[in-house]
């Protein structure tokens, strides 16, 4: 019984802890599958991050591939920090949060859009004007929902 209340409690604090802003992070916490936010849009490709270098913005882990990275990361986390809260953006035209396997990105207009792998960024980006339109207009009803109850 004691260890059954404990389990309870156990969860019921860990789960407000992890309480705010929904984020497309995994069950620990870090978001873009692990990839380094930077990179995106240095570099232009999906760089590994590593767990030595992180930043939390707006209740998401972020990992980068070098602290020059993760220091230009927090001198401005808007301009780095993915659409739609890291979830999918062509998931977002059809007012779902799916998670992100990192790779299937791409920067438009400074902006970085993930989609949940390749074959989905493949549909996604046959119209890319017009998907940005779609979930622009669904992400305000999907924002505050927790994607698990989507």
Same mark, same amino acid.
């Given at each position: ?17 992890? #309480?705010?802003?929904?984020? !497309?992070?995994?069950?620990? =916490?870090?978001? +873009?599958?692990?990839?380094?936010? /930077? ?41 780095? #920090?993915?659409?739609?809260? !890291?979830?999918?953006?062509? =998931?977002?035209? +059809?007012?779902?949060?799916?998670? /992100? ?50």
């Amino acid at each position: 019984m004691i260890r059954t209340i404990f389990a309870f409690l156990f969860t019921v604090v860990t789960t407000s802890l992890w #309480a705010g802003v929904d984020t !497309g992070t995994d069950i620990n =916490g870090v978001i +873009l599958d692990g990839h380094d936010v /930077v990179a995106y849009h240095t570099q232009g490709t999906a760089v590994e991050g590593s767990s030595k270098y992180t930043a939390v913005y707006n209740d998401a882990i972020y990992q980068f591939s070098s602290s020059d990275n993760r220091d230009l990361f927090h001198s401005n986390p808007e301009k780095y #920090a993915p659409a739609y809260g !890291g979830f999918c953006a062509y =998931g977002a035209t +059809l007012g779902k949060k799916f998670q /992100v396997d990192g790779k299937a990105f791409e920067v438009v207009d400074g902006i970085l859009y993930v989609n949940k792998n390749q074959q989905v960024y493949d549909i996604w980006r046959k119209d890319i004007p017009g998907n940005l339109s779609k979930a622009d207009t669904q992400w305000p009803n999907i924002v505050n929902i927790p994607a698990d109850e989507l």
